[in-house]
């Protein structure tokens, strides 16, 4: 949901909102769902696997982190990874290399796959989404794709769903 926001571009990078944060829109403010533990449960999953790999193969993983695509627009990810490098600022000057978003159950698919179009309009190689009440992980490219796995080809590094340990995710699973 967007609201008008009264802030600058300036003013939204130095404010923290209480519970989940805002991704911000050329002017608007766009509130962000609430996560579930299956949601925060398989967020932790992603970030784990990928911090296993941190130095073999230099990537670098986070949650929630403030993503500039351009002047105007901050996005929030469930998880960025980024490579080859670590970013050495707050706010990244570089995009991810991979971009993880996990629905909620009060997502939009219409407003998330709008979101994973915008990620490949602005460059971002890797982007998926991963739904835990489904326990099923998609690839965007030129639409949503179900895969079982992927390869990151830039770190040499295959990513096999089921490795996530998302099984099981939700009780009696």
């Not at 911000?24 to 992603?46: A, I, K, N």
């Not at 784990?48 to 982190?65: G, H, M, S």
């Not at 695509?69 to 960025?80: E, F, Q, T």
């Amino acid at each position: 949901m967007a609201t008008k926001a009264a802030l600058s571009e300036e003013e939204y990078l130095r404010t923290s909102y209480s519970g989940v944060d805002r991704e911000f829109r050329d002017g608007e403010l766009l509130e962000r769902s609430v996560p579930t533990y299956f949601h925060g449960r398989m967020q932790g999953l992603f970030f784990f696997f990928f911090n296993l790999y941190c130095r073999a193969k230099n990537i670098y993983p986070t949650v929630e982190t403030r993503i500039r695509l351009r002047s105007g627009r901050y996005v929030i990810p469930d998880v960025a990874v980024y490579w080859p490098t670590q970013p050495t600022t707050g706010l990244p000057e570089e995009l991810p290399l991979i971009v993880i978003e996990i629905l909620s159950p009060d997502d939009r698919m219409s407003e998330v796959v709008d979101k994973l179009a915008e990620y490949r309009e602005h460059g971002i190689p890797h982007i998926w989404l991963a739904d835990p009440d489904r326990n099923a992980f998609y690839v965007y490219r030129d639409g949503l794709n179900q895969v079982q796995s992927t390869h990151i080809p830039e770190a040499d590094l295959e990513f096999r769903f089921a490795d996530l340990g998302g099984a099981g995710l939700q009780a009696g699973a």
